[in-house]
């Protein structure tokens, strides 16, 4: 009997430790996978923005001293960061993120509009931008809220109907700064805001794209201390609201 028992107990231990093998390795994998999905996914909307602005430059024969020339240093910078913090060890990424610095809302939303205003047009729709209070401060990592809301834009822009319009507002409210792109997509189908924020979850007609955008947003906005919510209007459209503690401009 004492055999028979030290034989079971022998067969369960190398039976869990297989499973335990089997599922760390099942997690690493799939850590791995989103972790390339979100790279894959930043690297192709800084290289979209990269290629519209030198579009414009070249079509336009524009001056790259100009606005236009800005938008495409500020996105060939923000590639060669990319690509920097992703051959970084992960411990190092998460620190650098972890930290949290104060910076101007208006000065924020205008990057966020110069690109914005270049995507817009070739999806064609109309882009329209509230005016900023210049006084309001927020804090967070600043890279990855523009980021954030750069996603936000482009699914705004991907999905708003025909002749209307995307709105983007930034303000105060109580102790809060809520950042709210408004779009005209006709509303979102039952169920859709419980699982529009997992990985590559679409729920839309047009299914181009990995389905990354709005969960790199989201947990962008949560490593800055913020929150990413979405309004159903239905039969309209949606308004994702970023919302992020508020900073006094001593701060």
Known sequence: MNRCLDNAIADAVTEFSYQRDSAAAAKLAKDNNERLGYFVHELRNLLGTTALAFTAA?????????????????????????????????????????????????????????????????????????????????????????????????????????????????????DRIRIDVTDHCGGLPPGAEQSMFLPFSQSGKNRTGAGLGLTIAKQSVVASGGNLSVHNVPEVGCIFTISLPRRSVAA
Do not use: M
Request: glycine content about 6%.
């Open 58 to 174: 070249k079509v336009g024969n524009l001056n790259l001293s100009g606005a236009t020339g800005t938008i495409l240093e500020k996105s060939i910078f923000n590639l060669s960061k990319l690509i920097d913090t992703s051959l970084d060890d992960i411990k190092e990424i998460g620190r650098r993120e972890g930290e949290l610095l104060s910076f101007s809302l208006s000065a924020f939303i205008a990057e966020a509009q110069a690109s914005g205003e270049l995507s817009a047009e070739k999806s064609g729709c109309k882009f329209k931008v509230q005016a900023v209070d210049t006084d309001l401060q927020i804090s967070g990592n600043r890279p990855l809220l523009l980021a954030a809301l750069a996603n936000i834009l482009q699914n705004a822009f991907k999905f708003t109907q025909e002749h209307t319009e995307v709105v983007l507002s930034a303000y105060a409210s109580a």
